[in-house]
C-alpha cells in the first residue's frame, strides 16, 4: 500500500514538472516559434502554449520596430555613372496580423530571413 502512494506521489510530481517545464508565454510583442515535430511550426503571440522539452525547439521573434544598419560593401553607381558607397538606416517591423501567418508571408517567412537576436544583434541571411 505504502509503495503505490510512494510511486503515484512520485508520478504525480514528475508530471507537474514536465508541465512546468513545457510551459511557454508570449508577450505581446514577441512571437514564440514551437518548431520539431510538427510539419508547420507553431505560433504564439500574446498566447500561452506547451512544447516538448528536447524534441522541439523555442525560438523568439521580436515584432517591436527595429534598427537595423545598412551599408554597402562596393561603390554603387548613381544615374550620372558616379561611384558612391551608401551607409544608412532601415527601420523594420514584423506585422502581427493573423493573415499574414497563415499565408507563410509574415512571421514564419521573416523567420526564415532573421535568424537570431543576440547580444543585441540582428543577423540577417543573404538570399
Excluded: W
Excluded at 515535430?37 to 521573434?61: C, M, Q, S, Y
Aim: with cysteine.
Amino acid at each position: 500500500m505504502t509503495i503505490a502512494i510512494v510511486l503515484a506521489l512520485t508520478i504525480g510530481i514528475l508530471a507537474i514538472t514536465l508541465i512546468a517545464v513545457s510551459y511557454v508565454k508570449a508577450a505581446p510583442d514577441t512571437a514564440l516559434i514551437i518548431s520539431g515535430l510538427r510539419r508547420t511550426p507553431k505560433i504564439l503571440i500574446g498566447k500561452a502554449g506547451l512544447r516538448i522539452p528536447f524534441l522541439e525547439r523555442l525560438d523568439r521573434l521580436p515584432l517591436e520596430l527595429m534598427q537595423i544598419d545598412v551599408q554597402s560593401r562596393n561603390s554603387v553607381p548613381t544615374a550620372e555613372f558616379i561611384d558612391v558607397k551608401i551607409d544608412g538606416v532601415a527601420n523594420i517591423k514584423i506585422s502581427k496580423d493573423p493573415e499574414f501567418i497563415h499565408f507563410d508571408d509574415g512571421i514564419v517567412r521573416s523567420c526564415d530571413i532573421m535568424v537570431c537576436e543576440r547580444n543585441g544583434y540582428l543577423k540577417l541571411i543573404d538570399e
